[in-house]
């Protein structure tokens, strides 16, 4: 009997995609989900500060619950932090969310895709890495969000989101080149599934849109020993916001997605 959880991290609510994708994998797994809504976004920090504050969140996270594998569902994290935190707890394991450029690479017709993300992860030499070593016969547009994760957050917590705001804010990903133009939209950042639906209705022509998350899940279900049926929860699933206590509306999503708070 295995009664260790899976911790699932990100700034806010965006891991709670891979949350979702995780528990159709491992429905008797137990799961603590944390959000660094303290540091919300993510998308303008500075690399090293960024990274140290996460490591050494993860001392306190690992030490109180001592998860079987801890998925960090979050690119802009995922692209510096990887490393670090692997350097700090050996023989923790960590899966990561990196974009899903070499997918895009493989899939699109026109050789024209669009790597959608927060600013930080569009500025990461990982990002332009991924691109060099799966993509180069590709144009690969880049377009960093200043506002996209925040108005997921708003939308998922009221329901409403400004439609022509996620226009603009996707609108630079619709690229025509030499009679091509975009097919495959990558969506970099686990926010950005949740606005999924109105970025089809307010895109100018219809593309792909790929969203990592049930790869990441199945990559983090590589790590829980082979076979959940000794997964035993012991409890309910918990969501932890580094702030303190979510605001109300937060925490009425968390419970619509079972988590107690
Ligand atoms: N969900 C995070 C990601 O996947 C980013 C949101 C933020 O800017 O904090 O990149």
Known sequence: MDTRPVL????GIGGLNVLRELRVLAPDRRFV???????????????????????????????????????????????????????????????????????AAERTRSGVVAVLATPGTVKRQYTRELIRDWAQKCHVRLVGSDRLAGLAETYMREGRVDEEAVRAE??????????????IVVLACTHYPFLVN?????????????????????RALTF??????????????????????????????????????
């Open 8 to 11: 699932v991290f990100d700034s």
């Open 33 to 103: 989900y944390v959000a660094d809504d303290a540091a919300f976004p993510y998308g303008a920090w500075d690399e090293s500060a960024l990274s140290d504050r996460i490591v050494e969140l993860f001392g306190g996270l690992l030490a109180e619950h001592d998860p079987v594998v801890s998925v960090i569902a979050c690119n802009t994290a995922s692209t510096i932090v990887l490393a670090p935190l692997r350097a700090a707890f050996p023989g923790r394991h960590f899966v990561g969310t990196v974009p899903a450029i070499k997918p």
């Open 170 to 183: 996707i609108e630079p990903c619709f690229v025509e080149t030499d009679g091509r133009r975009t097919d």
């Open 198 to 218: 109105r970025m089809r209705k307010t895109a100018p022509w219809p593309v792909d849109w790929i969203d990592p998350a049930e790869a990441i899940a199945r």
């Open 224 to 261: 829980l020993k082979g076979d959940e049926a000794e997964a035993d929860r012991d409890g309910p699933d918990l969501a932890i916001f580094t702030s303190g206590t979510p605001p109300r509306a937060t925490a009425r999503l968390l419970q619509g997605f079972g988590l107690a708070t």
